[in-house]
């Protein structure tokens, strides 16, 4: 398992990267399986597959799951970020060299931590591939096969909620999350209701995605103690870690960053203020697979547990999150069940074969790589050939 420092260079028999292909595609979501937060409604994914060629005929893959309203990234900023920035420096370059390549890529410009996740996926991909065995096993070795998985449901109406709830339970699933920060009465009778359908014995958490100011935070935390909750997650916008502590220290529930988190100076405040029970991570939110690992590292140091987070990944970028997770130990994934859920909740997932999700677990790919294969007749069918950002709503 992953426990110390990253160490991701791999040695390869002078492989070289001879081009990098982005394909940018418009994926709807399951018509009854739409999610809405305090960022919007999530209706369809306009995201991006990024194909890494070599010289050797590999091919490693990779996918950015970009929102504009959450990292500030659409399909054609990311398409000219690949295109005309990062391909020209990782050309003629060894993949399996993520130590020396990561700076290349993380130097080119600033921000876009979504586009720069897909390509460093894709070199992990193929640094996997060309040893013969799984991305995990280059992080150290999987501590977990099958790891616990939790069903989201957006901030709708309660009716909707309820349904989306008796479904899931329905299938098998034993841990939910309730989307809250939008209305705060409605938040309380929401998540009342989801208790009362759900029972005691499945654990319940909410997200506002910072939908809450720090006074109706502090009162919500307290309103909602009663429905026994296993983490409230994000309560107030980002940037105001001191804050964030000063709740964490009046809350009878764990608290969790999300938006707060995105880099690792982010977690290193967070961890400097104890702000936090709980760091919500995942690949593309941090820049890739190897921040991540770095991000859990405050956590260890800090004494603090990390939680698997999501945008919604369709098939490539889930694998990836699967083989972090089983990894690294700092994912407490048993209290604190993953969101390993994006191909359940979308039209296509972009694989030949899918991934093992849910209801309850979700299994880790064990071929070479991230253990995928690419859909080439799903790829044609969703690509977009459109040269406008494609909203998600």
Same mark, same amino acid.
């Given at each position: ?19 990098? @292909? !982005?394909? +940018?595609?418009? &994926?709807?979501?399951?018509?009854? *399986? ?5 960022? /919007? $409604? ?30 500030? @990234? !659409?399909? +054609?900023?990311? &398409?000219?970020?690949?295109?005309? *920035? ?5 050309? /003629? $370059? ?300």
């Amino acid at each position: 398992m992953y426990d110390g420092e990253f160490q991701g260079t791999i040695t390869s028999d002078a492989m070289k990267i001879t081009r990098l @292909e !982005t394909i +940018p595609i418009n &994926v709807p979501l399951v018509p009854d *399986l739409t999610t809405k937060t305090a960022h /919007g $409604e999530h209706v369809v994914s306009p995201y991006v597959i990024v194909r890494v060629h070599t010289d050797a005929g590999l091919v490693g893959l990779g996918e950015a799951t970009l929102a504009p309203r959450w990292s500030g @990234e !659409t399909s +054609p900023g990311c &398409v000219a970020v690949i295109d005309g *920035l990062i391909a020209p420096l990782l050309v /003629g $370059e060894d993949p399996t060299q993520i130590d020396s390549l990561r700076p290349k890529i993380e130097g080119c410009i600033r921000w876009n931590p979504f586009t720069k996740a897909a390509v460093e996926m894709a070199l992990w991909d193929l640094a996997g591939k060309a040893a013969g065995v799984p991305v995990c096993e280059l992080l150290g070795g999987s501590q977990e096969d099958d790891i616990p998985i939790k069903m989201v449901v957006g901030a709708f109406e309660i009716p909707k909620a309820v349904a989306l709830v008796k479904r899931f339970l329905d299938d098998g699933a034993k841990c939910l999350k309730v989307k809250v920060g939008l209305d705060p009465e409605q938040d309380i009778e929401r998540v009342r209701a989801v208790r009362q359908l759900a029972g005691p014995q499945i654990p319940i958490g909410v997200d506002a995605n910072g939908g809450w100011d720090f006074v109706t935070a502090r009162r919500m935390l307290g309103s909602l103690e009663e429905f026994d909750l296993l983490f409230v997650e994000q309560p107030i916008p980002p940037g105001d870690p001191l804050a964030m502590a000063e709740l964490r220290s009046a809350s009878p529930t764990p608290i969790m960053a999300d938006e707060s988190v995105f880099t690792i100076t982010d977690a290193q405040g967070l961890a400097r203020h104890s702000s936090v029970d709980i760091l919500g991570c995942y690949p593309g939110k941090h820049g890739g697979i190897a921040a991540t690992l770095e991000i859990a590292q405050v956590a260890r140091n800090a004494g603090i547990v990390c939680c698997l987070g999501s945008n919604l990944e369709l098939g490539i970028g889930t694998a990836a999150m699967l083989h972090v997770v089983a990894a690294c130990s700092v994912f407490d994934n048993q209290t604190y069940p993953a969101d390993l859920i994006g191909p359940l909740y979308h039209q296509a997932d972009m694989l030949v074969e899918p991934l093992l999700l849910g209801p309850a677990t979700a299994k880790v790919p064990r071929g070479p790589g991230l253990g995928v294969e690419l859909d080439e007749q799903q790829l044609e069918r969703y690509r977009d050939r459109s040269t406008v950002a494609q909203p998600m709503d």
